[in-house]
């Protein structure tokens, strides 16, 4: 239709500008009457800025204010939201730019402190706001969200430079001190301090505290400090000359570049670049989403058992590839590769098999309701997933997280750990290979951020992590968002109990299996290993002569049993807390030093460590540590150390060594933990369930449990007569 026939003029479009768009008109609007609420609290406080007062100062009536905000509350939130996302996006502005961990702090103190913030007018602003916070739902909201994104950024940066737990801590203190710093300059009415001020006391505290971290105490650095001492038995391939670590790990800034577009893997038994990868952005990653949302209805419209012949074959072909790829991922991890051969691509097949096995038996199930009706459940799958990996059973962990979600008919997007970015690749190339369709499994690649990209992204249905507790919490607080399905395999502190009818050799074996596979760097390891008195020096002896006596060495030699940690910075993270169980007096049996002797001069090798005469409060019976390091404890009586091996936060494992079957049930069946075993030690057969409780995870892995996990279940109801109705 011409447009004269509808009363428009065409002339003078190119001369005129247009009018702008009605929602533009809006939202300038809004934006017009939260700045004038900011003048308004700056000059006359929260009291004093009443609607009518911000109308009159608008020069619009009140109702207009309340037409954009409804009320006071509706327009004081919407200002203080305001300010909170400016602060916000000067944050992640800095932190783009910042090009190391250390960076990443300073650029969350220096846009938190910036001289914007310590302006008259922003400072009056929000200096009210804070003291409605406790008053004002809205306002409440507005500032949890702001403190949970400078913990959670400040954390994250913290983990590369202190000890995982640490990082919580001194994360909380500088948050309260940027906080405290700035109030007391807005209260001083900006006399006690300028920004310039405040940021360099805040620096001056970030460095002090990361100084503490690099003495010898603290970190394990230097003489005495049990790193390249050479105090201990030793294991045989000796003493290390040993390496001071450092306590800004060089490692970490190295690996990330300024403006973290690729990944560099390393081999952390020789130093060696493997490959260079790109880093997935939020461009890729939306891709990523929308070929997986196509992919996963034509994968979800096929029958349970034509899914499952697709995952039977990946299994045969990752079987039939089982040396080239152990051969992978000992590059990639430093884990000698008499184990990667044996366990980490034969227990990822498995679990393929295992839920091609259940794929085409998912099914919901038939209620009777009497004669005129009837309901039944639907399982589905729940869409696209991602699942989050750690670096310490790349493969199998790609694989346990896998098989479950793409038997359910769900398509999943895999970030394997950035350390360890090489077997997912080689995984998805052995489905695509066994005929699943393009798309179903993708693997991103990045950092903690991409990570954050698949936990954020509204399109994702579910996320499944395993890696530590902190960033357990943060996934689990960024699903909050869109409530998402969460699978939590986080870390453990352990216990293994031996009581004194066990069989001492198979006890010992247990406490070794315990303590030294993967060298030590397994989530599930008992390491807080409870004999009972009477068989403790026998006990000890023989685990002694029998750690003391393991070979570590260069992980492509077979005959190497102990291999390389993941990086320089875990390495100086495991000697720190040698140097801390020294300090705090427990007694080094072996062990207890960096091994860099000939051809592992380059690469990350700590010898497998024993400390005896522990008590329950050292850090060394507490903490995670995800090393070769063993804590020796000492108990007389069952209620004693079942109390004792509860006494932690974690909750993921526990075993038990006794003939006395009785008592070991009882024993398990009050132990918290999710995964348990009698006689025996990390062993994790498909079949059974995996996970943790308390701090140690939610959900499972492995087992038909897992598939509770990976669907969901629809209900109807079928009626078989008439309605009946009362009106
Ligand atoms: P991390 O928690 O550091 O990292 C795990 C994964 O999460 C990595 O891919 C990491 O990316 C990513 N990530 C980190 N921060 C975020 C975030 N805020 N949002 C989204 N993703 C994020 O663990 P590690 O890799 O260091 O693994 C060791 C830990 O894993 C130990 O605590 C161990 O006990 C636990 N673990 C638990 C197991 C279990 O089944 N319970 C099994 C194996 C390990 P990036 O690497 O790029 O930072």
Redesign the pocket.
Known sequence: MPEESLGIRPLNRQSTPAPPARDELEESRRRQLIEVTIDSLAEVGYVGSTLAQIASRAGVSPGLVAHYFSDKDGLLAASFRTLARRVGQRVRARLAQAATARGRIQAVIDANLAPEEFDQRTGSAWLAFWGQVLHAEGLKRVQKVYQVRTLSNLR?AL?RLVPAHEAHSLAAMIAAMIDGVWLRAALSNWQEADSEGARALLTAFVDGRLREYALPDRAGAGTGAGAGTGGGAGADNGNGTGTAPSATPSFYAARKPAAATTITSINPATGATLAQLAVDGPAQVDAAVGRALEAQRLWAAMTGAARARVLRRAAELLRARNRELAELETRDTGKPIQETIAVDVASGADCLEYFAGLAASLAGEHLDLGPGAFGYTRREPLGVVAG??????PLQIACWKAAPALACGNAMLF?????TPLSAIALAEVLREAGLPDGVFQVVQ???DT??LL?RHPQIRKVS????VG?GK??MA?AAATLKHVTL????KSPLIVFDDASLDNAVSGALLANFYSAGEV?SNGTRVFVQRRIKAEFTQRLQARAAAMRVGDPMDPNTQVGALISEAHMEKVLGYIARGRAEGAQLLVGGHRVSTGDLANGFFVAPTVFDGCQDDMAIARE?I?GPVMTLLTFDDEDEVVARANATEFG?AAGVFTHDLTRAHRVIARLQAGTCWINNYNVTPVELP?G?VKM??LGRENGRAAIEHYSQLKSVYVAMGDVDAPY
């Not at 992590?465 to 530590?468: A, H, I, V, Y």
Request: with cysteine; hydrophobic share 35%; proline share 3%.
């Open positions: 994250h983990k989050i990996g750690a670096w310490n059973y970030k394997p750990a950035e350390v990045g950092y903690a990570g954050r936990t992590l395993t890696g530590e960033t943060a996934v960024d395999e986080l870390g453990g989530c995670e995800f993921l995996f943790g140690s995870g």
